[in-house]
């Protein structure tokens, strides 16, 4: 009978690299896939949002608000 060899730390760490890789890579074709699917839809992607400053704006006007409240003050619209 032949005994079994106990893998190695080094062909484990291996085999774990190349699965986080492949993982990656995953990731990344999915990130891709779903900007494509935005850019044909027309909607904007998060990049785009943050580039364009709408999440920036969004973000802020919802800590403005809440300040208000936290003061008791009524939200007034910023609408010009």
């Keep these: 009978m032949t005994s ?3 893998q190695t730390m080094a062909k ?4 774990r ?5 492949r993982a990656r890579k995953l990731e990344k ?6 900007e494509r699917k935005a850019a044909a839809d027309g909607t904007p992607t998060e990049g ?7 999440a920036a704006q969004e973000e802020y006007s919802g800590v403005e608000s809440a300040s208000q ?4 003050l009524s939200p ?3 609408d010009a």
């Design 4 to 6: 079994k060899r106990q």
């Design 12 to 15: 484990m760490t291996r085999e």
């Design 17 to 21: 690299t190349v699965r986080e890789r």
């Design 29 to 34: 074709k999915h990130a891709a896939a779903a």
């Design 48 to 54: 785009e949002r943050a580039f364009s400053g709408e």
């Design 69 to 72: 409240a936290e003061h008791g």
């Design 76 to 78: 007034q619209s910023t």
